[in-house]
T-cell receptor, first 116, second 116 residues
């Protein structure tokens, strides 16, 4: 079964600094998709970044980038030049495709605090 | 609309009552998903619709839970004989299509259900 593990329940970073959130996953599939979602107190899950497993190049979106290590099944998120608005819960998710069904499997999340 | 909308935003009910939670997906999105997020956890998959049909309802916890999407757009999650353990945030998401394409799922703001 696919599982997603986020080993850091909480992280903090100073404004303008860089922080890395960890995520590991377990799968027997060779082709899959990985996502990072941000959930502020408003509850809305917002896509931060996605990575296709068949792509060797790490995905980047402005200040957000990932370090995708396929062999190690690791998918960490790096936030550069942290801003106060980055404070939120961050969830790593694995896209599971099986038997005609598609679903996301989420980790338990990491709460990120940004200190001014 | 511009995004996924869910109503009501909050719902308080008494144990044993029946509740309906509504989801309006992004226009044109054929795939629709329901997830449940308990306190301190990541979202967990409940059910996936492709068009009008439930392609995968394996995440529904028991037969008190049921969901419909009669016209392939709006979906309603129905919970009978609610229990205190049903208290959670119910999230809806939609994507342009599924079928193994890895399309991004866009989430609504959720409905917070509290069963007293």
């Amino acid at each position: 079964a696919q599982t997603v593990t986020q080993s850091q329940p909480e992280m903090s970073v100073q404004e303008a600094e860089t922080v890395t959130l960890s995520c590991t996953y377990d799968t027997s599939e060779s082709d899959y998709y990985l996502f990072w979602y941000k959930q502020p107190p408003s509850r809305q899950m917002i896509l931060v970044i996605r990575q296709e497993a068949y792509k060797q190049q790490n995905a980047t979106e402005n200040r957000f980038s990932v370090n995708f290590q396929k062999a190690a099944k690791s998918f960490s998120l790096k936030i550069s030049d942290s801003q106060l608005g980055d404070a939120a819960m961050y969830f790593c998710a694995y896209r599971r495709w099986q038997g005609g069904s598609e679903k996301l499997v989420f980790g338990k999340g990491t709460k990120l605090t940004v200190n001014p | 609309g511009a995004g996924v909308s869910q109503t009501p935003s909050n719902k308080v009910t008494e144990k044993g009552k029946y509740v309906e939670l509504r989801c309006d997906p992004i226009s044109g999105h054929t795939a629709l998903y329901w997830y449940r997020q308990s306190l301190g956890q990541g979202p967990e998959f409940l059910i996936y619709f492709q068009g009008t049909g439930a392609a995968d309802d394996s995440g529904l916890p028991n037969d008190r839970f049921f969901a419909v999407r009669p016209e392939g757009s709006v979906s309603t999650l129905k919970i009978q004989r609610t229990e205190r353990g049903d208290s959670a945030v119910y999230l809806c998401a939609s994507s342009l299509k599924a079928l193994g394409s890895g399309e991004t799922q866009y989430f609504g703001p959720g409905t917070r259900l509290l069963v007293l």
